[in-house]
């Protein structure tokens, strides 16, 4: 019986365990997967309980995601990069932390635009927590560069001073030289919570920036589709990808990291849908 579970708070609202459920149950496994309502100051003590339970592995999401990292007894060579955790395996009472929100988000912009990332110019909109474990994935499809933009420039020249190699260039800018440096750009990705429900009314950028064909990916998934991804598409001939992708694909990779079974992913988008 395999016992896994999400940390967070909230917890209410989330749709990892019946996504993973969906999963579970798809490949033949008997098991279960609950949410676990942990506040902040019993997440040491959780940490233990996964142990004390025998869990297999947990998720982990807001608020967590980086102060679990000292709870555990190894951290993997990539969310160590990243600075947070969302994924923890159970070995026997050894716990291990991974991050799989950038190579799902990957994962979820390649399967559904087809986009071949290797050689091609990425922008980034927004230099926090989100921004990092995308680019952390992104460089790994050895694109030609990757320029991240953000409101606060300071920030943006930071990010890119870690991540940058004389073999991918990563450079920083604030939002208002968006005009001069996206005109070469091929792919777009908003990872600020600007479009957000309930202002799903706001623009993390002009769209009449964005060059024409490029692809524009948004990791909000709240709404579906945002106003920078329907005004990419409607009036710039953009082909656009949303955010539910990269939940349905953190979700699938955790769940191989638990159970070394590929699961059926598009009866857990199904399920989140
Ligand atoms: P997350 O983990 O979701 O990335 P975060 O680490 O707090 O959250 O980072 C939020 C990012 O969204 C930042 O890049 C932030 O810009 P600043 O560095 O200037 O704060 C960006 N962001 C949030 N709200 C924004 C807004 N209203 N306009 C522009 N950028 C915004």
């Known amino acids: 019986h395999v016992l896994l579970g999400v940390l967070g708070d909230p917890i209410k609202h989330s749709k990892s365990p019946l996504m993973h459920k969906i999963a579970l149950q798809a490949a033949g496994i008997e098991g279960n997967f609950v949410p676990l309502h942990v506040k902040p ?11 004390a ?37 159970n070995d026997n009472g ?17 399967e559904e635009t087809s986009v071949e990332l290797k050689g091609v110019r990425i922008a980034v909109l927004g230099a926090g927590g989100a921004a990092r474990g995308v680019i952390h994935a992104l460089l790994e499809e050895q694109p030609e560069s990757v320029i991240i933009l953000n409101r606060t420039r300071d920030k943006a020249e930071l990010l890119a001073e870690e991540w940058t190699t004389e073999a991918i260039p990563v450079t920083g800018y604030s939002n208002d030289e968006a005009k001069n440096v ?3 750009v091929d792919v777009l990705i908003n990872t600020t919570s600007v479009g957000m429900s309930p202002l799903s009314d706001e623009l993390p950028l002009e769209t009449s920036l964005i060059p024409e064909g490029t692809i524009v990916s948004d990791l909000i ?9 329907r005004e990419s598409r409607e009036h710039r001939g953009c082909i656009v990808h949303g955010g539910l992708g ?8 955790a769940f191989e990291y638990f159970t070394g079974v590929t699961p059926a992913v598009d009866q857990m988008r199904a399920a989140v849908l």
Request: a positive charge.
């Open 41 to 51: 100051d019993q997440l040491e003590d959780a940490v233990k309980g996964i142990r």
């Open 53 to 89: 339970l025998h869990f297999r592995g947990v998720n982990v999401t807001i608020p967590h995601k980086v102060e679990v990292m000292k709870y555990l007894d190894e951290i993997d060579e990539g969310a160590r990069l990243i600075g947070a955790v969302n994924t923890i395996v």
């Open 94 to 110: 050894r716990l291990k932390g991974y991050n799989t929100d950038g190579i799902g988000y990957v994962r979820s912009l390649k």
């Open 182 to 184: 996206l005109a070469t």
């Open 221 to 229: 998934y709240n709404p579906l589709e945002t106003r920078l991804l």
């Open 246 to 253: 990269m939940f349905v694909y953190q979700g699938a990779v």
